[in-house]
Structure formats: C-alpha cells, structure tokens
C-alpha cells in the first residue's frame, strides 16, 4: 500500500545502511553497544564520535555527542527515534545477545514472536529503544488465505531461546515489562 497511487516503488534491493545515535556519554555509550552487544569500533572522533559495526563493516551505528553531551532522554509524548533493529543471522546469534545482556544486567522492555521473527527490546544507556531480532526465512511467515502478510505479537519463550545459544552458563531471565512488545 502506498499513500501515492502513482508514486513508484523504491529499488528493491534498497537497505537502511546505519543509524547515527546522539548520546550524553561516549564512553557510556561504546561500554554498551561494544562491551555488551559486541560490535566493534571502527574508528573513533577524539571524545566526540565512534563509529561501530559488526563483521568489519565501515559502520552500523554511529555515536556521537556533538548535541548531546551531558544531555538527556526526550520526555514521553515527543517525537524522535522509537527503536534501531539489529538483525541477527540466526536464532542462536540472536540467543547469544541474549545471553550477553544478561550477563551485563541490562533489563528486557519486552520479548515477541511475531511470526516473521523474534525479538527482544531493551534500552541503551541514553533512553533509546533498541530491538535486537532475528528472522525466519519468508517461507514459513504467516498469511492470510489471500496471501497478505499475518504479523502477530506473541510471548515469545526467553528459556526456549537461551537454549539455543552456544554453550556457557544456563540463566532464567526476568523482564522488568513481560507483555509483547509490537
């Protein structure tokens, strides 16, 4: 569906490249997306920016405090940044990040099956939504009997999921929000 009747369609293979995420804290930020998620640092800005990614990428998402410094979250009710998504490649990646905030004690907002995929959300240190998924192959996605596209929100099994992770310690997770989020 689009707005536009006439307008035509973007290039197919078109992806969203990275996203550029203005933080209070530099370092608090990196301690974050580098030290629990994992992605690495592929060049930094002085105090100022980073730039990180995964697989040696030039970057996937950027830091930085040119606005922000010492700034805080955007009050409830104002427009802006509602989630990033970092797509994993497989399940067990996605329970790997699992299994790393965990580990680092970082709270999960919420954990959904959708049908297309399973997700995970949390926040960073700066207040920003950050969804962590994975998806399966278009295959097995749900549809209606026209052949649309059926997403759902379900509970999606956090024990289940670490199951599936590569071996290390075996932990339960408690979400501070248990309800799927969309």
């Not at 709270?107 to 997700?119: C, F, M, P, R």
């Not at 649309?148 to 310690?169: I, K």
Request: charged share 20%; net charge negative; with cysteine.
């Amino acid at each position: 569906m689009r707005p536009n009747a006439d307008a035509t369609p973007v290039d197919p293979r078109t992806r969203i490249g990275h996203v550029h995420l203005k933080v209070a804290d530099l370092e608090r930020a990196l301690r974050f997306y580098c030290g629990v998620l994992g992605f690495e640092i592929t060049q930094r800005y002085g105090t100022q920016a980073a730039f990180v990614s995964a697989g040696g990428y030039h970057h996937h998402i950027g830091l930085n405090t040119w606005e922000s410094r010492g700034g805080s979250p955007p009050p409830p009710g104002t427009t802006g940044l509602f989630h990033v998504a970092i797509l994993y490649p497989t399940r067990a990646a996605l329970a790997d990040a699992l299994r790393r905030v965990i580990a680092a004690g970082v709270s999960l907002d919420g954990a959904s099956d959708h049908g297309v995929s399973e997700a995970l959300y949390l926040r960073d240190p700066d207040d920003n939504g950050v969804e962590l998924y994975w998806d399966r192959q278009p295959e097995v996605w749900p549809r209606t009997a026209s052949g649309e596209l059926a997403m759902v929100t379900r509970r999606l099994d956090l024990n289940g999921l670490l199951a599936e992770a590569p071996p290390r310690q075996d932990r339960t997770v408690t979400e501070r929000n248990p309800a799927p989020v969309a």
